[in-house]
């Protein structure tokens, strides 16, 4: 069992690196003197995507879904809109779990599998 968990460890370390962050194209350039347009708009929604992301553990949860992709070839994230939260909540589900059948006609599934 031992060499099985280095050899996903391994695998997830080269697929994720040692950092992740959200980055909106255009937002790098919102400090200069002389912004282009559109950049200012961006670095705020970038800064609050990743206001978003640290409320939701999102790099918990992409370590969680990248972890089944390479043990089972598949993961699932749900998004969805959270009334009490009043934003989007992320959840990740095991790609053969029957969990997710509470989910409404306003959830977003996404699938991701490994080829």
């Not at 255009?26 to 912004?35: K, L, R, T, Y």
């Not at 918990?60 to 699932?76: F, H, W």
């Not at 009043?86 to 006609?105: I, K, N």
Request: include cysteine; glycine fraction near 8%; proline fraction near 4%.
């Amino acid at each position: 069992m031992g060499d099985a968990a280095n050899l996903v460890d391994t695998a997830l370390g080269y697929l994720l690196g040692s950092d992740q962050q959200i980055m909106v194209a255009g937002a790098e350039h919102a400090d200069e003197e002389a912004p282009e347009p559109g950049s200012t708009q961006a670095a705020t929604v970038q800064e609050r995507l990743r206001k978003w992301a640290e409320k939701e553990l999102l790099t918990l949860r992409v370590q969680q879904a990248e972890r089944n992709a390479v043990l089972l070839g598949d993961s699932v994230y749900v998004l969805a809109w959270n009334p009490e939260k009043q934003r989007p909540t992320l959840r990740v589900y095991d790609p053969g779990s029957s969990s997710r059948s509470g989910t409404t006609s306003r959830t977003a599934i996404f699938r991701r599998g490994c080829t």
